[in-house]
Each structure stands twice: as C-alpha cells, then as structure tokens.
Nanobody
Framework: QVQLVESGGGLVQAGGSLRLSCAAS????????MGWFRQVPGKEREFVAV????????KYTDSVKGRFTISRDNAKPTVYLQMNSLKPEDTAVYYC?????????????????WGQGTQVTVSS
C-alpha cells in the first residue's frame, strides 16, 4: 500500500487560505488517483476533491467549487489542496487517500490507503 502523510492544517479566520499537502511513500504512486475527504465528529466522511494520475481530470463537491483546488506533483510525489475563501463550515479533519481505480470516483470505500488526517479550523 501507499503510505500517506498530511500536513498544512491549522487555525484560520473566515475568508483566509490554507494549503494542505499529502506526501506519499512506499508502494509506487504511479497510476493512483488521489482524493481529499473531510470529517467532523458525529458525521460520515465527506468527499471533497479527487484528481486522476496525470492530473487531467478533477472533481469537487459542490460546496467547495471555485474555492478549493486539488493538484499533484508526481515527481515528489505529493498531492495538494489549496483552500481559499474558507468558511466556518469547512472546519473538519481533512484526509488524503489513494485509489488504484482508473475512473474518477468519490466513493471512499474504493480508496484503500489513507493518511492520519490534519485538522482545519476556520473561525468566524
């Protein structure tokens, strides 16, 4: 499996920005689509964004469209989530995940490798 380590979370005021990073190691990163999910206590894990292996295709949940951008650098190999215009409702633990499926998927059950999560808190 791919090992994933997130970083970049923290406390920010509403309207601010953060960039999350997810560094991959272990088994080859090649061919994996990468996703970001988030979870708040008492709720199910929610899809945020996904990017395919070559970065050609991305998909976002409606609530973050136009504010968040997912990208990847396969040479490092690292996946990023640039979050702008943050809102208090974006507060959650953010997880990155890897899947070997070749199509764009938002289904967390298809992601076999997960990071430990990084806390993002947006104050009003």
């Amino acid at each position: 499996q791919v090992q994933l380590v997130e970083s970049g979370g923290g406390l920010v005021q509403a309207g601010g920005s953060l960039r999350l990073s997810c560094a991959a190691s272990g088994r080859t990163f090649q061919g994996y689509s990468m996703g970001w999910f988030r979870q708040v206590p008492g709720k199910e894990r929610e899809f945020v964004a996904v990017i395919t292996w070559r970065g050609v295709t991305t998909k976002y949940t409606d609530s973050v469209k136009g504010r968040f951008t997912i990208s990847r650098d396969n040479a490092k190999p690292t996946v990023y989530l640039q979050m702008n215009s943050l809102k208090p409702e974006d507060t959650a633990v953010y997880y990155c995940a890897a899947t070997s499926v070749t199509w764009v998927t938002m289904n967390p059950s298809l992601f076999r490798s997960w990071g430990q999560g990084t806390q993002v808190t947006v104050s009003s």
